[in-house]
């Protein structure tokens, strides 16, 4: 085949083209100078110029038309071009792909946390994902409940371990109870039920109270029940959001706090706690998975979804 005074043989000219020569191509086309192509390709005026000839001269045509005002393309260069896109666009295509791929093999699994009930089992079941896939990525995010809930509607969390305050109106959510519990009040020198805290909360609403910042399910609960009551809340208050230190807090401030029949073990190391407390089913909490509805999942994730479930809640 002869074009332009240039013998080809197109089979052999196509094994002879690299990829860089496309996009090589492809800038000086766009910028139709050797300078422009060079500041885009960050290479020198003089080696853009060398690898255009290199092509032309496995192809066998002229791409461009040189003059003092620039590179002007050729029809041909027009679909050399045009078919670098194309091959651009694949080769995108298949890099998603093999990034699909290799998702579903090495796998990363985002997990929120804000279920301190449920700590030891949660961090049992993902010692158990790891040990059978050692390539598995696991992310784990501790934040307030409505960060999460946040995070998992926009797809940056994959499931969640909370509290199940309300969350029954929202239908976007699958749930899964994995612990149930209920409420009383404490300090280092005492213990009441919630009845008999909020029977005489006029008093014990003057004492200082340690407890979680606003939008963590249990201060939700109490913050609710109180103002059912029409009660208003303490004034003298510390708040926090993390279980560092906590302990240490109510021993050096004999602070009061509204805590969960699961702390049980630690404060008894201070006080003599009551036989039994009167519950109060607006402080029964529930906690445990959650994920969103309808959402197609890598197999990882759906595998580290159905291990927790397998997980039988408490009653």
């Not at 791409?63 to 050399?80: A, D, K, V, Y």
């Not at 699994?109 to 949660?122: D, S």
């Not at 999460?148 to 499931?159: A, K, N, R, T």
């Not at 279980?243 to 404060?267: H, K, M, Q, R």
């Amino acid at each position: 085949m002869n074009i332009e005074g240039f013998d080809i043989d197109p089979h052999s000219a196509m094994k002879n083209m690299k990829l860089r020569y496309f996009r090589v191509i492809e800038e000086i086309f766009n910028a139709q100078s050797l300078v422009g192509a060079s500041s885009k390709l960050n290479l020198t005026p003089t080696a853009v110029s060398k690898a255009c000839l290199e092509v032309e001269n496995i192809l066998g045509v002229k791409l461009f038309t040189r003059s003092n005002s620039g590179m002007m393309p050729t029809e041909i260069c027009q679909s050399i071009v045009e078919t670098s896109r194309i091959i651009k666009a694949e080769l995108e295509k298949l890099a998603h792909k093999v990034n699909e791929f290799k998702e579903i093999r090495t796998g990363t699994v985002n997990i929120g946390f804000q279920a301190p009930a449920l700590e030891k089992r949660i961090m049992s079941g993902i010692a158990q994902l790891k040990t059978k896939d050692a390539a598995l990525k696991i992310r784990i995010v501790y934040r307030e409940r409505p960060y999460l809930l946040d995070m998992l509607e926009s797809g940056e969390l994959d499931f969640a371990f909370v509290d199940f305050f309300q969350l029954n109106q929202n239908k976007s959510f699958d749930m899964s109870v994995m612990h149930r519990d209920n409420c009383f009040a404490a300090s280092r020198e005492s213990s009441m039920s919630i009845p008999e805290l909020l029977e005489g909360w006029e008093e014990n609403r003057k004492k200082l109270w340690i407890l979680p910042v606003r939008g963590v399910a249990l201060r939700e609960r109490f913050d609710a029940t109180l103002s059912a009551r029409d009660l208003q809340p303490p004034n003298n208050i510390i708040e926090y959001n993390s279980s560092v230190g906590l302990e240490d807090l109510f021993v050096c401030t004999n602070g009061w706090g509204i805590l969960p029949l699961y702390a049980v073990p630690v404060i008894e190391k201070y006080i003599i706690l009551n036989d039994h407390y009167d519950m109060l089913e607006e402080m029964k909490l529930e906690s445990g998975l959650v994920w969103m509805k309808n959402h197609t999942r890598t197999p990882h994730i759906e595998e580290a979804i159905g291990m927790f479930l397998n997980d039988h809640p408490d009653q």
